[in-house]
């Protein structure tokens, strides 16, 4: 990670939300890999009113893996500020092919039945969903249409880990082991591909276990276990 970067990184670690405001002019400025670093770490810690600033990203954007990298960081917010800054930017690159990137952007926060790459462009259905997100409370953080709660996290996590195991296949998992992580501060012990042994399960029930220990707010969005604010 770039040392600035990481350095506002570890002031957040802290609690000291005021460091969000420095990663602001390095989400459209720097080289490439700075821009991608600080989108990641914005979309983890930014609170509803700085989402705007990672959507103004998009324009700095050099190339197609640009764009799709702000517009996995704007799923990654957890709210719904970003739903309508994501369906501009479908209208916007109506012609680079993006909207099935857009639709599961839209589904990490709130997805709504019929969500599909097609249907990122159907009218009748852009208007539905609008009319959906519009009855939810502004000021709560959304993970896949619920309020964002990290005992539910933790539920589908060891329901994977049990599955694994008894299947002997690889975790499904996709964002929940990285939520977890960002939320808490502490490393899942599994991530998307991993196959679960008896003592990887084991882990998994030790990680549960603390991060249970540690009181969570549903609707909040933590970083370090720090209430983003």
Not at 136 to 154: K, R, W
Not at 187 to 212: F, H, R, W
């Amino acid at each position: 990670m770039n040392k600035e970067i990481e350095k506002i990184a570890l002031d957040i670690q802290t609690g000291d939300f005021s460091a969000v405001e420095h990663l602001i002019p390095l989400l459209t400025g720097g080289s490439f890999e700075i821009r991608r670093e600080s989108q990641r770490l914005f979309a983890q810690v930014c609170n509803h009113k700085q989402v705007r600033y990672l959507g103004e990203a998009i324009f700095s954007a050099e190339d197609e893996a640009e764009l799709l990298q702000v517009i996995i960081a704007l799923g990654d917010t957890l709210s719904l500020e970003a739903i309508p800054i994501l369906l501009a930017i479908s209208e916007e690159f109506s012609d680079y092919g993006l909207n099935g990137y857009i639709s599961t952007a839209l589904k990490n926060i709130f997805p709504v039945s019929g969500l599909e790459e097609h249907s990122v462009a159907n009218e009748s259905f852009l208007e539905h969903f609008v009319n959906s997100v519009k009855k939810m409370p502004l000021d709560i953080y959304y993970y896949s249409g619920n309020p964002v709660f990290i005992g539910d996290l933790t539920r589908e996590l060891i329901c994977a880990a049990q599955i694994s195991l008894i299947e002997k296949e690889a975790i499904i998992l996709v964002r929940q082991p990285q939520l977890l992580t960002t939320a808490s501060g502490m490393e899942c012990p599994i991530e998307y591909g991993t196959t679960v042994s008896e003592e990887i399960l084991e882990l998994v029930y030790k990680y549960v276990k603390k991060i249970a220990s540690m009181g969570w707010q549903k609707g909040c969005k933590y970083y370090h276990h720090h209430k983003v604010i």
